[in-house]
């Protein structure tokens, strides 16, 4: 149709040269922009672009991580904010992308599922997350495993845990050490909603999980922790 050249002519206008575009309609609030290579979007408006960025001898022609942002930026201009999961993992959009993130994350308010694993998001842009969490009250699934939040990273996103509807944290793979344990650890008993916690390989010692053993039995909704 008229209408969908139009559109997927300026959704190219974003991506690389000899990225392929299709316009299709769904009826689900998907929108999935794993590792930067296809870009699906699923949403109410009954439009839908998918898209497969080239390649060149096995590598992107130009940053990934631009990619993804942009075209998250693209369906929030054309009114696309019911999402339901948003699937942004391993695209690497570090500081710059998780900056623009956070001002589009209030905008989803039927937001539940967010993936944002393999990032390289680090303390500063834990600090952006912090600020724009609280305001998704209907976020209940977030996955923050490998990246480089550090102790301090962790003390921020633990600290907005008990006014967050988070029920479901992957916090994995995040050198967290010990000193990012207490943090979560003295926050677990104020959180009523959480049910699944995820610590794994965050060379968590001695200290770290005393604090935790304690603080477990009080968090009473949580069914599932792995430290492993």
Known sequence: TVMGTAVCRRFRDILPMGAKVMLRTHSDTVLNLRNGSLLRFKGK?????????????????????????RALEWATEHGWHALSRLDLAGNEVKLQGIKKLCVMLPLFDSLTH?????????????????????QCASLTHLDLGNNI?????????????????????????????????IKVAQSLPLCDQLTDLDLS??????????????????CITLSSFSLG
């Open 45 to 69: 408006v009954d439009l839908g672009v998918s898209c497969v960025l080239p390649k060149t001898s096995g590598k992107q022609m130009f940053p990934c991580q631009v990619y993804p942002i």
């Open 114 to 134: 967010l993936n944002l694993r393999g990032n390289k998001i680090c303390v500063a842009g834990a600090r952006h997350l912090t600020a724009a969490l609280p």
């Open 149 to 181: 939040l550090s102790s301090s990273g962790a003390s921020q996103i633990a600290a907005i845990l008990p006014i967050c509807r988070i029920s479901s944290l992957d916090l994995s793979a995040n050198a967290i050490g010990c000193g990012g344990a």
């Open 201 to 218: 390989s965050n060379d968590i010692y001695s200290e770290g999980c005393r604090h935790l053993a304690l603080a477990l039995p009080l």
